[in-house]
């Protein structure tokens, strides 16, 4: 069973580019969420997307965005990047049906931004 | 608001001594769960427990044990016979009540040397 897969693994921008990150998760899962880890902050949530709509949403600022497509794969992106943005984003999904979510994520390996 | 505390930032032990890595937590819900995450260095977390507020039973899984205690608010870890290869970054997390997201602990570095 394949896992969650993330896409780009590495990628380097400059500032006031924008992003776009692809996560695909585990097949049948409908869950995915976002994690932006950096040395200072740790792990802080993005957002969360069930059946395509977002579920939760963390305190990040209007520049960070997401969506989830009929598959249930999910794409992130953050625009007019900033050198704080610089950090690993994980994904993560799990299996859910209806209700807030009590399962174990299952995450990725990440994308590492470097903004530059 | 949820808050994890994992006091503990990096712990050097000796292969095969075991070590406890602590997680104390904060929340005004009476229902939540608690995990523990493995992070290696390739960056994917791994994961190893998940408890729900209703049980405080510890578990137990080969080498690895958790405790939970609800009056103390901890849910501790422990390694028996630590190996090189349980050298990662091990998180420690919290969801509680209709929220869904994961709130993490700063994480615990642990170097298991031969």
């Known amino acids: 069973k394949a896992g969650v897969t993330q896409t780009p693994r590495y990628l380097i921008k400059t500032r006031g580019q924008q992003v776009t990150l692809s996560c695909s998760p585990i097949?049948?899962?409908?869950?995915v969420s976002w994690y932006q880890q950096t040395p200072g902050q740790g792990l802080q949530f993005l957002f969360e997307y069930f059946s395509e709509t977002q579920r939760n949403k963390g305190n990040f600022p209007g520049r960070f965005s997401g969506r989830q497509f009929s598959n249930s794969r999910s794409e992130m992106n953050v625009s007019t990047l900033e050198l704080g943005d610089s950090a690993l984003y994980l994904c993560a999904s799990s299996l859910e049906g209806q209700g807030w979510n009590t399962g174990e994520l299952f995450f990725g390996e990440g994308s590492r931004l470097t903004v530059l | 608001a949820q808050k994890v505390t994992q006091a503990q930032t990096e712990i050097s032990v000796v292969e095969k001594e075991d070590v406890t890595l602590d997680c104390v937590y904060e929340t005004r819900d009476t229902t939540y769960y608690l995990f523990w995450y493995k992070q290696p260095p390739s960056g994917e977390l791994v994961f190893l427990i998940r408890?729900?507020?209703?049980?405080?039973q510890n578990e137990i899984s080969g080498r690895y044990s958790w405790n939970f205690q609800k009056s103390t608010s901890s849910f501790n870890f422990t390694i028996t016979a630590s190996q090189v290869v349980d050298s990662a970054v091990y998180f420690c997390?919290?969801?509680?009540?209709?929220?869904?997201?994961?709130?993490f602990g700063k994480g615990i570095t642990l170097s298991v040397r031969p």
């Open positions: 997390a919290l969801r509680s009540g209709a929220n869904s997201k994961l709130t």
């Open positions: 097949s049948g899962h409908r869950s």
């Open positions: 408890r729900n507020s209703f049980d405080e």
